[in-house]
């Protein structure tokens, strides 16, 4: 049985959960699983194991921009290092017992804690870990998805996670939006028509209203994410950014529950605008890519690509 002063940690944040969620015109079961899994990365911030994870994914919204943008219910990470389903799992039972954490109100169920090989639409999959936080009297289950082997270029970052109520953030090394682009990018050419992931299509089109990119390192990223996992850059335009792909009845379809869903903050209804304008943002990398040879390009945020003064021309770094 928990001891009283523990009982009234996480009643207190409890209570100034739900005026966070009020204050912010959150659902309040989104505002459960974002502070479980807040905290659920501080406590492997704090961790000897912190070295081996960097986040990636959509949680990198939160910590770019202090706002979710689309309702997910889960964290995403590169690991490395020899890591199956149950040394991940022992690695998370260590992580959520991690001592003085306490006064944030959370609790998790060790017992809880399952890995399974993720088996969806590819290949090269990962490990997807689910487990049970503790909140007063709330039970909020996690998910996250572990990746291996991938590049990351550019090298990875340290960022800072947001904390909701103020207790000590987290301090992660995470993906740049690169490499976020190019892993995304990666899974629309391998998957072709039988592409369903939406939320990619949304979080493309999102970074390129949101960011800046610089068309070289762009194009690195992209050659050395493909050369990875072993996927031919495409010498025309892939599937997923064509007509084809957003004029298919199941394209629109998948993209309209996407939205019903998952809620995107400012998406475009019309499949199409998405798909094209994500066309407008990558088309001109993998020219650039297949040219092996560039004007330095700036994209601010929204586009489109202009020419940097000077025109100095650069090259992507040869492929293999």
């Given at each position: 049985m928990s001891k009283p002063s523990e009982r009234n940690y996480g009643?207190?944040?409890?209570?100034?959960?739900?005026a966070f969620a009020k204050n912010?015109?959150?659902?309040f079961t989104f505002a459960l699983q974002r502070y479980a899994m807040e905290r659920l990365l501080y406590r492997m911030s704090k961790s000897i194991y912190a070295d081996k994870f960097i986040l990636k994914g959509a949680s990198l919204f939160l910590v770019w921009k202090g706002h979710s943008f689309r309702v997910t219910k889960d964290a995403d990470f590169l690991a490395f290092g020899f890591l199956n389903?149950?040394?991940?799992?022992?690695?998370f039972k260590e992580i959520v017992s991690i001592p003085g954490c306490e006064d944030d109100g959370l609790g998790f169920e060790p017992d809880s804690i399952r890995a399974a090989p993720i088996r969806e639409e590819q290949e090269y999959g990962g490990i997807r870990v689910t487990l049970t936080a503790l909140l007063h009297n709330a039970r909020i289950p996690l998910q996250i998805d572990v990746g291996f082997g991938d590049a990351v270029t550019p090298a990875p970052e340290i960022?800072?996670?947001p904390?909701?109520?103020?207790?000590?953030?987290?301090?992660?090394?995470?993906?740049?939006?690169?490499?976020?682009?190019?892993?995304?990018?990666?899974a629309m050419v391998q998957l072709g028509i039988?592409?369903?992931r939406?939320?990619?299509?949304?979080?493309?089109?999102?970074?390129?209203?949101?960011?800046?990119?610089?068309?070289?390192?762009?194009?690195?990223?992209?050659?050395?994410?493909?050369?990875?996992?072993?996927?031919?850059?495409?010498?025309?335009?892939?599937?997923?950014?064509?007509?084809?792909?957003?004029?298919d009845a199941q394209k629109r379809t998948q993209w309209n529950a996407f939205l019903r869903k998952s809620k995107p903050e400012g998406a475009e209804s019309d499949f199409e605008k998405i798909v094209t304008a994500i066309a407008d943002f990558l088309l001109p990398a993998l020219q650039a890519i297949q040219a092996e040879e560039m004007l330095n390009r700036h994209w601010e945020s929204g586009g489109p690509w202009r020419e940097v003064k000077g025109k100095d021309r650069a090259r992507p770094a040869p492929r293999e």
């Open positions: 009643h207190s944040a409890y209570a100034r959960l739900l912010n015109r959150l659902d389903e149950d040394s991940l799992a022992s690695i960022v800072t996670y904390s909701a109520l103020g207790y000590p953030a987290a301090h992660l090394r995470a993906y740049t939006r690169y490499t976020v682009v190019a892993e995304k990018l990666e039988a592409d369903s939406m939320k990619d299509f949304y979080d493309i089109w999102l970074m390129s209203r949101l960011f800046d990119f610089h068309l070289v390192t762009l194009c690195s990223a992209i050659q050395d994410t493909f050369k990875r996992r072993k996927t031919d850059l495409p010498k025309t335009a892939p599937m997923a950014l064509t007509e084809e792909f957003w004029g």
